[in-house]
């Protein structure tokens, strides 16, 4: 994407961001607000930027007549994920699928393969409003993979699995990573440790870092004066730290009204 703007109201949640994302797992880092919401929403073509131009497989989502084969190619865990409480797991994967256009008769092994692949083989026939929050939200992760998708956008997706289930799902992003681009916002740097090719930190709007978990890491070993249990989130503070001493950051959160905070 170029010159990417998205406003919300008064507030510039992205500010003039050139960004681009080939194959591979890319970790989403940044401060509360600091505009990855934001950027996954554009890219899900849920949200119309401002300005600028978004490329997605080849299609600028600018032509709308191209956004259904865009979407039909793409797989979106949002931060809140909402589903049919009285559908089956099965029933809503299935759901999607149809959403995504998926053949029908490809549809019942997709849907079972997907849910499988969460760990969720054993509770597929029972109502989502059953299970508990670290299956819903691999519900919602089933429900992203089902099609198969060439970009697949994970926002937050390890909030609220349990230790063993987040080691899990890294694995699969791993997997996934190799044969599609996948976007993933986080606030664990251990997901991004584990799991990432490539890392872009977002702070104010604009991209603050970008590199590999391995030389975000290698600044936080050289960083001084900064704190972090390991070194990526060491590396984390000293990139935020630089970014924001460059003076720039100042301008991507201008409100439209010219105040600067
Ligand atoms: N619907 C909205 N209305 C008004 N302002 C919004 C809205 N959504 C986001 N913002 C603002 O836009 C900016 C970017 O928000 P965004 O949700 O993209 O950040 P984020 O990096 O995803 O944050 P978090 O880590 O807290 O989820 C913030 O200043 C936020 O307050």
Redo the contacts with the bound molecule.
């Keep these: 994407m170029t010159g990417l703007h ?4 008064k ?4 500010d003039s961001l050139d960004v681009d994302f080939g194959p591979g797992v890319h970790g ?1 880092l ?12 554009v890219l899900a073509t849920v949200a119309e930027p401002a300005g600028g131009r978004v490329e997605i497989l080849g299609e600028d989502t600018g032509d709308h007549r191209r956004l259904g084969d865009v979407r039909r190619r793409l797989g979106y865990l949002p ?1 809140d994920f909402g589903y049919y409480p009285g559908f089956t797991v099965r029933e809503f994967v299935a759901y999607v699928a149809w959403l995504k256009e998926m053949p029908a008769a490809a549809t019942p092994s997709a849907v079972e393969r997907a849910v499988a692949r969460v760990g969720l083989a054993d509770r597929i026939d029972a109502k989502v409003r059953t299970l508990s929050g670290g299956m819903v939200r691999r519900v919602g992760i089933a429900q992203a993979i089902v099609n198969a998708p060439q970009v697949l956008l994970f ?2 997706p390890t909030a609220g699995l349990d230790p063993e289930q987040r080691v899990e799902f890294r694995e699969l992003l791993r997997e996934l990573g190799t044969s599609a681009t996948v976007i993933v ?1 986080t ?1 664990l740097v251990e997901d991004v440790a584990a799991a990432c090719t490539e890392v872009t930190l ?1 702070d104010e ?1 604009r991209v603050a870092y970008r590199g590999t978990p391995q030389s975000l890491a290698a600044l936080g070993e050289t960083a001084v004066g900064v704190s972090g249990d390991n070194p990526i989130e060491r590396g984390y503070t000293a990139a935020l730290r630089a970014h924001r001493a460059h003076g720039s950051a100042a301008q991507a ?1 201008r409100t439209l009204e010219g105040t600067a905070r």
Excluded at 11 to 14: H, I, K
Excluded at 30 to 41: C, D, E, M, V
């Design positions: 998205v406003r919300h109201r507030t510039v949640a992205l989403l940044g401060p509360n607000g600091a505009g990855k919401t934001s950027l996954i929403r931060q926002d937050e916002s606030h977002v709007g959160v």
